[in-house]
C-alpha cells in the first residue's frame, strides 16, 4: 500500500523517529563520554596513588639499586605492561621500567615531562598506540623528584570500542520498536478521530440528526466532537425551518394558483377579442407552470423531511421501466429518435412505483428533449452487486463539465449553455429524481462529455438483495 508522505500519520511517526534518534545519538554521546571520562578517571586515581606510594614508601628510605629492586619487586611494570620513571628536576634518571613482554613500547622513547608539576597527559607512542602517564612531584630529604606512572589505554579503548558497537547496534533496534511503537501509538490516538471522520461522511441532509461520536477525554478532541454537534445541530435546525418554509409556501401557493387557472380557464371560455384570449391563454400557461413548480417544490419538501407517503411494495423495475418507455413512445417518433432498450427479466425492488416512474420519466424526458432528430438513446437495466441499475444513454448535446457538478442542485439551469432554444423546466427535475433515489435507499449519477452525450445511472437495492433473470432487447 502507498504510503501517504502528507499524512497526519506518516508526519507524527517521522517526527517521533526523528526524535527518537536525536535523543538516541545525544544519549549515546552522553554515555560515551561518561564510560571515557569513568575509565580514564578511574585509570588516573590508580596511577596516582601508585606513584604516591613510591614517593612515600620507597624513595625516603631506598637508596641507588634498591629502588629498582623495590619497585620492580611491588609493581613488576614489564610483567604489566606498565611504565615507571623516577627523575630528578636536572632530569638526571634515576629509574626508569624496562621494556615490556610483548615489546609494545620502548620506555626509554618516551619524552621527559615539560612541566615540572603534577600533570596527567596521554603519550603517542605509534599510530595505534597511546599511553596513559600519570606525572606528580615530590620533595625526599631536600631533593626535588618527578615520579611518572603509565598504562597503556588499550584495555579502555577495546572497552570503549565495545560500548560503541553495542549503541551502533542497539540504538537502531530500539530507534526501529519505537517507530513501530510510535505507529502503533499514533493509529490509537487518531482512532477517535477516524471514527468522527467516519461518522461524519454518513451525515447528509437527510439524517442531521444524527450526532458525531464524543470521546469524554476532557481534551481538544472532546471540545472538537462538541463543537461539531453543537454545528451540525444548528445546521439541522436551519435546515429543518428550510424545508418547512418550502413546504409552507409551496403548499399555500397551490390553492390561490388552482382558484387562478380555474377563473382563467372560465375567462377563456367566454366571448372576447382573439388579442385578449391570446393574453389569458398566455397567462393560463404560466401559471400551470407555476402550479407544477409549486407541485414539485412541496413534494421535494416532504421527501427531504421524511413525511411524503411512499409505498413499500416489491415490483419488477424492468418491467416498470419497459411499460414507461412505451407510455413515452409518441415524443421518441416525433423526433425520429432510435430507442433501444436492453434489459433483464426480473430486478425486483421495494418501493413506490409512482415515485419511481417518475424518475424514468423524468430522465427519459431530458434524454429525448436534448437528443437531436435521429439520435440514439438507450435505456438499459442490470443488475450489480445487490443493485437493481437503470442506465439511459443518449447521444445528443451533452453537459458542460462546469455545470455538471451542479445538476441536482434546485432551481439550477444548465439549459442557456446547452441549447438556448431549448425551453427548460424550473430546474427542479434531476432535484427530484435524486430525493426519490435517496428515498428508496439508492442513489442517481450523472457522466457526461459536451458535444457527445450523457448517462444517467439510478442504483435501487434488490429485495433481499438479489434478483435472476436473463436480458434481452426491445426495439421501440
Given at each position: ?7 497526519i ?11 527518537m ?57 614489564e ?44 603519550e603517542n ?42 549503541l551502533?547496534i ?22 477517535p ?42 445546521l439541522?435546525?436551519?435546515?429543518q ?7 409552507d ?43 407544477r ?23 419488477n ?22 430507442l ?27 434524454a ?18 445487490k ?26 439551469r ?11 423546466g ?12 435517496q ?10 462529455i ?27
Open positions: 500500500m502507498k504510503m501517504n508522505i502528507r499524512s500519520h506518516f508526519r507524527l511517526i517521522i517526527w517521533c523517529s526523528c526524535l534518534v536525536l535523543a538516541s545519538l545525544l544519549f549515546g554521546a552522553y554515555v560515551y563520554q561518561g564510560v571515557h571520562d569513568r575509565l580514564y578517571g578511574e585509570m588516573e586515581k590508580t596511577l596516582t596513588r601508585r606513584a604516591n606510594q613510591i614517593a612515600k614508601n620507597i624513595l625516603p628510605h631506598a637508596h641507588g639499586a634498591e629502588i629498582s629492586d623495590q619497585i620492580n619487586e611491588v609493581y613488576s611494570p610483567e604489566g605492561n606498565r611504565f615507571i620513571r623516577i627523575s630528578k628536576n636536572d632530569h638526571k634518571i634515576i629509574y626508569i621500567s624496562g621494556q615490556p613482554k610483548d615489546r609494545q613500547f620502548n620506555p626509554d622513547k618516551i619524552p621527559l615531562p615539560i612541566v615540572k608539576a603534577k600533570e596527567t597527559r596521554v607512542l605509534a599510530p595505534d598506540t597511546d599511553m596513559l602517564i600519570v606525572t606528580i612531584p615530590a620533595e625526599v630529604a631536600g631533593e626535588s623528584f618527578l615520579i611518572e606512572m603509565g598504562i597503556l589505554t588499550d584495555e579502555m579503548k577495546t572497552a570503549l570500542h565495545g560500548l560503541v558497537v553495542t551502533l542497539g540504538l537502531p533496534v530500539l530507534v526501529l520498536f519505537v517507530s513501530a511503537g510510535g505507529y502503533m501509538l499514533v493509529r490509537h490516538s487518531l482512532k478521530v477516524e471514527n468522527i471522520r467516519a461518522t461524519a461522511e454518513q451525515i447528509t441532509f437527510g439524517n442531521l440528526s444524527n450526532r458525531l461520536p464524543v470521546e469524554h477525554t476532557g481534551d481538544a478532541l472532546e471540545n472538537l466532537s462538541l463543537t461539531l454537534n453543537q454545528m451540525l445541530e444548528r439541522d435546525d436551519s435546515y425551518q428550510v424545508s418547512r418554509f418550502s413546504a409556501a409551496s403548499h399555500e401557493l397551490r390553492t390561490p394558483l388552482t382558484i387562478m387557472r380555474a377563473e382563467l380557464e372560465s375567462m377563456i371560455r367566454e366571448e372576447m377579442s382573439e388579442s385578449l384570449r391570446a393574453r389569458i391563454g398566455s397567462v393560463l400557461e404560466e401559471s400551470e407552470r407555476l402550479s413548480v409549486a407541485e414539485n417544490l412541496f413534494a421535494i419538501s416532504k421527501m427531504d423531511a421524511g413525511e411524503a407517503k411512499i409505498a413499500h411494495v416489491w415490483f423495475l424492468s418491467e416498470l421501466v419497459k411499460s414507461t418507455a412505451e407510455q413515452m413512445a409518441l415524443l421518441v417518433t416525433e423526433k425520429k429518435i432510435n433501444n432498450i436492453k434489459q433483464t427479466d426480473f430486478a425486483p425492488v421495494l418501493g413506490d412505483p409512482a415515485r419511481i416512474k417518475q424518475v424514468v420519466v423524468n430522465l427519459l424526458d431530458n429525448i428533449k436534448y437528443t437531436p432528430e435521429g439520435g440514439d438513446i438507450s435505456i438499459k437495466t442490470f443488475l450489480a452487486e443493485k437493481a441499475i437503470l442506465e439511459i444513454t443518449d447521444n445528443g448535446i451533452g453537459i458542460p463539465s462546469d455545470a455538471l457538478p451542479h445538476v441536482f442542485k434546485r432551481f439550477y444548465a439549459d442557456e449553455v446547452r441549447a438556448p432554444e431549448i425551453s427548460g424550473a430546474g427542479l427535475g434531476l432535484s427530484i429524481v435524486r430525493s426519490i433515489c428515498a428508496h435507499g439508492g442513489n442517481v449519477e450523472i457522466e457526461s459536451y458535444g457527445c452525450g450523457t448517462t444517467c445511472r439510478v442504483e435501487l437495492p434488490l429485495v433481499n438483495g438479489n434478483g435472476k433473470g436473463r436480458g434481452h432487447n426491445v426495439e421501440a
